[in-house]
């Protein structure tokens, strides 16, 4: 959550930097990347009823990853515009399947504290991402690269999630 939170503060600053977005093309832009990830999540939404809210998380994690990646490396409008709507993709069912991951998983007595928990821990690391960015930035003089902190936080959430047990539910079982 802290990659996409990061992707959120400084997407806009990064179009702006490398491919002068103006303000008009950055809120074309977010609506188009909303929209993108409004049918992510929709079709998504199958799968994470089918294969489990673990699995989606893991292939929207690598989905941002390769899209993210693709989207860093890009010089080219057009490729900016592909990369960013893929991205977007992406976006809506890792956080969908994390909240429904959550829900799975949580001893029914302890949910609301569970979803309390993830909340505050969303808020309290919240800083980490835009802070690496900053100083990335800085060091390197490279939107770029100060950037691509975003992909290593996507590359550490896949980890973890490797770790961390399946959701069980009627459909996906242990």
Avoid at 110 to 138: C, D, H, Q, R
Avoid at 141 to 152: A, D, E, N, T
């Amino acid at each position: 959550m802290d990659g996409l939170a990061t992707l959120f503060a400084f997407g806009g600053v990064y179009a702006a930097g490398s491919f002068d977005f103006d303000e008009s093309d950055i809120l074309f832009f977010g609506i188009a990347l909303n929209i993108t990830a409004g049918l992510g999540s929709f079709v998504f939404s199958w799968l994470d009823d089918h294969v489990g809210s673990q699995r989606t998380i893991l292939y929207s994690l690598a989905g941002l990853i390769f899209s993210g990646s693709t989207l860093l490396l890009a010089h080219s409008e057009l490729l900016f515009w592909i990369a960013g709507l893929v991205l977007g993709i992406f976006v809506g069912p890792v956080q969908a399947a994390s909240r429904s991951y959550m829900a799975r998983v949580a001893p029914p007595a302890m949910v609301n504290e569970m979803f309390g928990l993830y909340a505050f821990s969303g808020k309290a690391t919240s800083f980490v991402g835009p802070l690496l960015v900053g100083w990335i930035t800085f060091a390197t003089g490279s939107q770029r690269i100060g950037m691509s902190i975003i992909i290593v936080m996507f590359v550490i959430g896949f980890l973890l999630m490797l770790s961390v047990p399946r959701s069980v539910d009627s459909k996906t079982g242990p």
